[in-house]
């Protein structure tokens, strides 16, 4: 038997490592133990700026940007190797690990040309019996997703839509290679970065992803936030391994090899890197700065605290402003989550602070953090007070709150992990539907639904909706909960296996920072959810307003697990707007 396992096994790497997908030399050598990475040691980069848009003669106007993915090499600290990447930017020689920082302004739309430069090897490991983006003439399938990105389906980086080098191969979706961000939608931050399917945990991996803030120059200003490049700065968190030569170590066995070759359910890296740089350092005055920081892992959650009490007040979250600020002395942060905050350093009695992380992986109830992977970056503080006329208002910007009077729909959402006979989990679903299922949901334009999310796996699964903008309304703990798992596995059917009476009445609220309209939530294991989801322009008063384009039609829209490796095996299913 073993011997016929490992045959089958064999084999199945042979044919999953067909000479495309075989990278080079990845995997050469032992790996960086992060005890041999001294912190602080890099400062705290500043990714290049792209502007979205053009300056007419009466103001700014609609840009067009090609921004190429290139393969290139990277320090990420004083003591590694160049790490070879696949990193966005305006060209190879400007391009980076994250990609610039693309900033437009709000109703001013920007065009952009994504270009893909990157030859046929993998530097990644990756697994092909998962669905996957199978480009004919070889060549590796990218395509970019505008994360938060209020825009129409053409332009949304649908997983099918992906292209290779030279546009030589391109999936079943793809229409065009310039995608349009209209930026209707309010001031805010966001993500972009690689979307193909089956292949996002990898590329995202090896580099492609970068932040595009949407401003709106007059709102934002009245509010007298620390702005500027100097105060105003975007962290990008993610987690790496490293071999001594610099490679990105991505296990290239899966913890179900007989079934998945590679995959495995969730990447942790032993580095903490921000802005590209291992535990960086900043040198700050002792006033308030803003941060907008970017969980951009592919399965570590971070609960961020400071080692010195310093606190946090919140300002937005995910991609838009919160109505009042919320002060917080930690939070949790899922992958792909957006917090926007605001630290105070003259209230820091100590010269040095460090932003710390303590959330368990698998989030919540996997190992606790270590002396590494539990530091995130160093501030190093001036000692004298600096002049600050910067301030924090109570009110930021007002939306309207959610309406569920006048939800047109509800559905349920509920996630299933799938595990193997030695009970390793294998793939994870949505309502038991693979992707290629057909689309079961399709909302109309301009409403806004209920959506019962019912998570019965053991982990925390962030669930992102492309272009709905939601608020969770609450969450209720499933009582029973071996019973209720046994019926939706039997019937797969909330009302059918009649989950009212299997919730705790006893609702849980979200934190306050997280009370305003988002697109990423933590979907806490063993609870129903429930968000009320608007596929709707925000209207003068409380009205829904339609999309200023057509957003019906194909490729649709997505919505996943954003745990990277959840989704591209996969956690993710197709949704389409009807007029
Ligand atoms: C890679 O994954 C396999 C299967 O889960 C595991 O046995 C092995 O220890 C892992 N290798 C490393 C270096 O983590
Ligand atoms: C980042 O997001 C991942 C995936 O959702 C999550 O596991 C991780 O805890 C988050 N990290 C931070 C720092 O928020
Ligand atoms: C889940 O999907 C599988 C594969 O399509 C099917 O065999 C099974 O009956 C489904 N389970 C439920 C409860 O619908
Ligand atoms: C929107 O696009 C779809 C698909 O391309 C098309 O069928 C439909 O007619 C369009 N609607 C409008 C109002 O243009
Ligand atoms: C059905 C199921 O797997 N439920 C899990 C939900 O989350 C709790 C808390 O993590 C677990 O204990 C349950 O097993
Ligand atoms: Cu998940």
């Known amino acids: 038997?073993?011997?016929?396992?490992?045959?089958?096994?064999?084999?199945?790497?042979?044919?999953?490592?067909?000479?495309?997908?075989?990278?080079?030399?990845?995997?050469?050598?032992?790996?960086?133990?992060p005890a041999k990475l001294e912190m602080f040691v890099d400062e705290l980069p500043r990714m290049p700026t792209v502007h979205g848009y053009g300056v007419g003669d009466g103001g700014p106007v609609t840009a067009h940007l090609t921004i190429g993915m290139y393969l290139k090499t990277w320090k990420f600290h004083r003591d590694l190797p160049p790490t070879p990447v696949y990193a966005f930017g305006t060209s190879k020689a400007t391009a980076t690990v994250p990609g610039p920082t693309i900033e437009s302004i709000q109703g001013v739309a920007t065009h952009i040309t994504w270009e893909n430069h990157l030859p046929s090897r993998h530097i990644l490991p990756f697994d092909r019996t998962i669905p996957i983006a199978n480009p004919e003439g070889g060549g590796i399938p990218t395509v970019v997703?505008?994360?938060g990105g209020v825009h129409p389906p053409a332009s949304d980086g649908n997983s099918r839509a992906w292209f290779t080098s030279g546009f030589k191969s391109k999936g079943p979706t793809f229409v065009s290679p310039t995608s349009v961000y209209p930026n209707v939608q309010e001031p805010g931050n966001l993500w972009y970065h690689d979307h193909a399917m089956g292949l996002t945990r990898v590329n995202i991996l090896a580099g492609l992803l970068g932040s595009y803030a949407i401003r709106n120059p007059s709102v934002e200003s009245a509010l007298g936030l620390p702005s500027g490049p100097d105060l105003d700065r975007t962290l990008i968190v993610f987690d790496r391994s490293f071999r001594t030569d610099g490679s990105l170590?991505?296990?290239?066995?899966?913890?179900?090899?007989?079934?998945?070759?590679?995959?495995?359910?969730?990447?942790?890296?032993d580095a903490i890197i921000v802005n590209g740089k291992a535990w960086?350092?900043?040198?700050?005055?002792?006033?308030?700065?803003?941060?907008?920081?970017?969980n951009a892992s592919n399965a570590r959650f971070f609960r961020f605290f400071?080692?010195?009490?310093l606190q946090f007040v919140h300002i937005g979250s995910d991609s838009l402003y919160l109505h009042r600020t919320v002060t917080s002395t930690n939070f949790l942060l899922a992958p792909s989550e957006i917090a926007d905050v605001i630290v105070d350093f003259s209230k820091s009695a100590k010269d040095t602070a460090i932003l710390s992380n303590n959330a368990a992986y698998p989030y919540p109830s996997g190992d606790p953090t270590d002396e590494f992977n539990g530091k995130v970056m160093k501030f190093i503080i001036d000692k004298k007070k600096a002049k600050d006329d910067t301030r924090i208002p109570k009110r930021l910007l007002r939306y309207p709150p959610p309406a569920v009077h006048r939800a047109v729909e509800t559905r349920y959402i509920t996630m299933y992990e799938y595990t193997?006979?030695?009970?390793?989990?294998?793939?994870?679903?949505?309502?038991?539907?693979?992707?290629?299922?057909?689309?079961?949901?399709?909302?109309k334009s301009g409403t806004s639904e209920i959506w019962h999310v019912i998570n019965l796996t053991d982990d925390n699964h962030p669930l992102h909706v492309h272009l709905g903008l939601f608020t969770v309304l609450d969450q209720q703990e499933i009582l029973d909960l071996d019973e209720f798992k046994d019926c939706m596995e039997k019937k797969n059917n909330a009302n059918a296996c009649r989950w009212k009476e299997h919730v705790k009445r006893k609702r849980?609220?979200?934190?306050?920072?997280?009370?305003?309209?988002?697109?990423?939530?933590?979907?806490?294991?063993?609870?129903?959810?429930r968000i009320l989801v608007r596929f709707s322009m925000f209207g003068s008063s409380d009205a829904e307003a339609g999309y200023p384009f057509n957003a019906t039609g194909e490729p649709g829209y997505v919505y996943h697990c954003h745990i990277l490796d959840h989704e591209d095996n996969v956690m993710m299913r197709p949704f389409m707007l009807v007029p």
Do not use: C
Request: charged share 20%; aromatic share 14%; proline share 8%.
């Open 1 to 33: 038997m073993v011997v016929i396992r490992s045959l089958l096994f064999l084999l199945l790497s042979l044919l999953s490592f067909s000479s495309y997908a075989r990278g080079a030399n990845y995997q050469n050598g032992p790996l960086v133990s």
């Open 249 to 269: 170590f991505l296990n290239a066995t899966g913890n179900n090899p007989s079934i998945h070759p590679q995959w495995q359910p969730e990447y942790f890296g």
């Open 306 to 309: 400071f080692d010195n009490g």
């Open 508 to 529: 849980v609220q979200v934190p306050k920072y997280e009370r305003g309209w988002k697109n990423v939530f933590k979907m806490m294991p063993g609870y129903v959810t």
């Open 145 to 147: 997703h505008l994360h």
């Open 280 to 294: 960086p350092y900043l040198k700050v005055a002792r006033r308030r700065y803003r941060f907008r920081i970017i």
């Open 420 to 443: 193997s006979k030695t009970d390793e989990p294998t793939h994870l679903l949505l309502n038991n539907k693979t992707y290629d299922d057909p689309i079961t949901e399709k909302p």
